[in-house]
């Protein structure tokens, strides 16, 4: 009886140690699948973390080397460089997207912030529409605060290849949806307030959004999530812009670092000069030159701020050249911009140089030209010996910053479930290995 009792005993055994060896890769795939998502509320935060790192990525839309340089003419002189033109790190970057050499902002912005080519007009999404991971989304998987600020609408294929994923770029009804149901962002500033129902701007404040429309709520805002949308569709111009109504680029800027950066688990923010493009498109250079300006103050701002800091990684680039811009030849002056002049000197300055400086253009539409980056605290990932890169790289030299020297939930579990397997897999060796060496013994005798 004792030795029928000890043979069940032994064969519920096996059947038990084989069953867990077959579903233990169904617990590997669950676990890979498993993305923790982070709650807007922010209010309660666990503890601070050493290995906090945040990433500030400004893209200038449309912006050629031809319109910073048409920038720097008019704003610092011929001979005086842009304060990110001084950075420790130039490349220049190929944005060609999966189905046309020349991109599209949508397949541009999918692949900074993816690392993945797909198709002009496309969000996020393959060109099999299969949606990509964005660097906004795994900053959120790191407990990042996270940010996105642009001067057209939030809507617009920039900013909405980071936080949704659409197949068409067009599709703004289900673009609003998804940044109003999917995104957990904790700060959003731009235009597009038409495209958002007024249930859906409800839905926001019930969520927990301070909800604001100009510049002096900006000023005063002090919350942790906050949605601004301060102009129906994209804001305007740096030329006709509203000082007192409507935040510029540089305001929202510091504005959004002076919130993000309280998180002390770090953060994610991408700045957009948004309208560059728009001048780009227009061919006109007067608001090409004055939108990359004000692009290049928030740029300032955002370098003294990462200057200030020793874990911040600055990365300016741009999506697309626009216009195909070309400098042909000036007569300017020696008198530019500066802080002892009043505001209205220094725009009648601008004007001044700007109609001193003649341009040509080859196309009111993007070219395939290569676009700039700068960097900031991005030499130690073995890119000093180039001079070009792809835009996909950029995903990666964010996704290597972001994931260095830390380990996050999901990277956890994994290491668990491994060590469990391992621990698992030996037990039933050993059950049957000693099994066959009785049933040998039990022979013998
Ligand atoms: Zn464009």
Avoid: C
């Avoid at 944005?95 to 541009?108: F, G, V």
């Avoid at 964010?398 to 479930?417: R, T, V």
């Avoid at 897999?425 to 009785?438: E, M, R």
Wanted: neutral net charge.
């Amino acid at each position: 009886m004792v030795i029928l009792r000890k043979k069940k005993l032994k064969l519920f055994f096996k059947i038990l140690f084989f069953i867990l060896i077959l579903i233990y890769p169904s617990f590997l795939f669950i676990s890979f699948e498993f993305k923790p998502q982070k709650e807007i509320s922010k209010n309660l935060k666990s503890s601070s973390s050493t290995a906090a790192k945040s990433i500030i990525l400004m893209i200038g839309d449309g912006l050629g080397f031809e319109h910073l340089k048409l920038a720097r003419w008019v704003e610092m002189g011929k001979n005086n460089p842009f304060l990110v033109e001084k950075l420790p790190f130039h490349l220049d970057v190929t944005t060609y997207s999966a189905d046309n050499l020349i991109t599209d902002s949508a397949a541009a912005a999918t692949a900074i912030a993816t690392g993945n080519k797909t198709n002009n007009g496309m969000i996020a999404v393959s060109p099999l529409f299969k949606p990509l991971e964005t660097i906004l989304e795994i900053s959120r998987q790191y407990a990042r605060s996270t940010g996105i600020i642009t001067t057209t609408s939030v809507t617009h294929a920039t900013p909405a290849a980071f936080i949704t994923h659409v197949k068409s770029r067009s599709n703004i009804t289900e673009i609003s949806r998804q940044i109003i149901e999917n995104s957990s962002i904790n700060i959003l500033l731009g235009g597009g307030k038409d495209h958002f129902s007024a249930s859906q701007l409800i839905q926001l404040e019930a969520n927990g959004y301070n909800l604001i429309e100009n510049r002096s709520e900006l000023i005063k805002a002090n919350s942790s999530n906050i949605i601004g949308l301060f102009a129906p569709t994209q804001l305007p111009y740096e030329i006709s812009r509203d000082e007192e109504v409507i935040p510029s680029l540089s305001e929202m800027t510091t504005k959004a670092l002076e919130i993000l950066s309280q998180d002390p688990e770090g953060f994610f923010l991408m700045v957009e000069g948004g309208l560059i493009d728009h001048g780009g498109h227009a061919n006109n250079k007067t608001n090409v030159a004055l939108e990359t300006i004000e692009f290049s103050k928030a740029v300032n701002n955002a370098i003294s701020f990462s200057k200030s800091r020793n874990n911040v990684l600055l990365i300016v680039t741009a999506d697309h050249e626009t216009g195909g811009l070309r400098i042909l030849n000036d007569t300017l002056n020696n008198v530019i911009p500066s802080s002892n002049k009043t505001p209205e000197e220094n725009r009648v300055i601008r004007f001044e140089r700007i109609n001193n400086i003649s341009v040509s253009w080859t196309t009111t539409y993007h070219t395939n030209l290569d676009v700039p980056f700068f960097g900031y605290r991005i030499d130690f990932y073995g890119l000093n010996n180039l001079s070009v890169i792809d835009n996909t790289e950029i995903f990666n030299i964010m996704k290597a910053f972001i994931s260095d020297g830390s380990i996050n939930d999901s990277d956890f579990a994994h290491i668990i479930l491994i060590g469990v397997g391992i621990t698992g897999f030996s037990i039933a060796g050993i059950v049957i290995l000693y099994s066959i060496k009785n049933k040998k013994i039990q022979k013998k005798k």
